[in-house]
């Protein structure tokens, strides 16, 4: 049996243009939201003009702008939310009164119904994702990615051309760094990620071009998706 295709969608949501993702298997209509911040309505409005069923909610951090639908999303459709880890529940807990300072309403704090962990796997229509932790921008920030769908979900770590902040309560620039490199990097050059906020890019674009973690900055050396095997290698005992 093939692996079921699943499409994915990105919705911005809040008036911060947060990139809600909208992950769905065209078969059985099943569908997964990925950092639903806000704009609910909406969000359900498109559950509902592409006929899709709401399955899984997973958040990748606790910031409003990511996670402030979830609660109401969970009342009203009875499905658990799961993410992001445990560190981060100081933000998920500051939601409405984060949200009030930008003066977005409607969005209420949430205790997710697990916390994922570094290396967890998660299943959505017979296809794996994986979790890795990611700390920096919050110290419970998680990306969640799929290497042979060759697609990463990585919040407010990365952006196209920038990262993420740091000068937030336990933000950690170094750390932040840490994680892009040794969590994102060895995935694989030709990852395709949604962040947060912004355009799409590849981890090869931002290794070569990105003016925080461009290899020449960070001095990172794993391999490249077209190194001769002994460079893989080299790498994954370096960064693993
Ligand atoms: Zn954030
Ligand atoms: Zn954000």
New binding site residues.
């Given amino acids: 049996m093939s692996e079921p295709q699943l499409q994915i969608r990105v919705i911005p949501v809040t008036p911060l243009q947060q990139n809600c993702s909208l992950i769905w298997n065209e078969a059985t209509k099943n569908a997964a939201l990925v950092d639903p911040g806000g704009d609910i309505d909406r969000l359900l409005g498109v559950l509902e003009q592409f006929g899709l069923e709401l399955t899984r909610i997973w958040l990748t951090?606790g910031?409003f702008?990511?996670a402030g639908a979830a609660a109401e999303l969970r009342e009203r459709t009875g499905v658990s939310v799961e993410g992001p880890h445990r560190d981060d529940q100081f933000w998920l807990d500051l939601i409405e009164e984060s949200a009030q300072r930008y003066s977005v309403s409607g969005l209420r704090n949430v205790t997710p119904d697990r916390y994922f962990e570094d290396g967890e796997t998660l299943e959505f229509e017979g296809v794996r994702f994986d979790i890795s932790h990611t700390p920096g921008?919050?110290p419970g920030h998680v990306v969640i990615h799929n290497t042979e769908l060759k697609i990463a979900f990585v919040?407010?770590v990365l952006f196209a051309g920038s990262i993420?902040r740091t000068d937030f309560p336990r933000g950690n620039h170094e750390q932040l760094i840490h994680s892009i490199t040794s969590k994102l990097w060895p995935l694989g050059d030709e990852i395709a990620f949604v962040p947060?906020h912004g355009p799409t890019s590849t981890f090869a674009r931002e290794r070569q071009s990105n003016p925080f973690v461009a290899d020449r900055i960070t001095g990172y050396a794993g391999a490249t998706t077209h190194a001769p095997d002994i460079g893989e290698q080299r790498a994954s005992k370096r960064w693993s």
């Fill in positions: 951090h910031h702008d990511h921008h919050t919040g407010d993420g947060g």
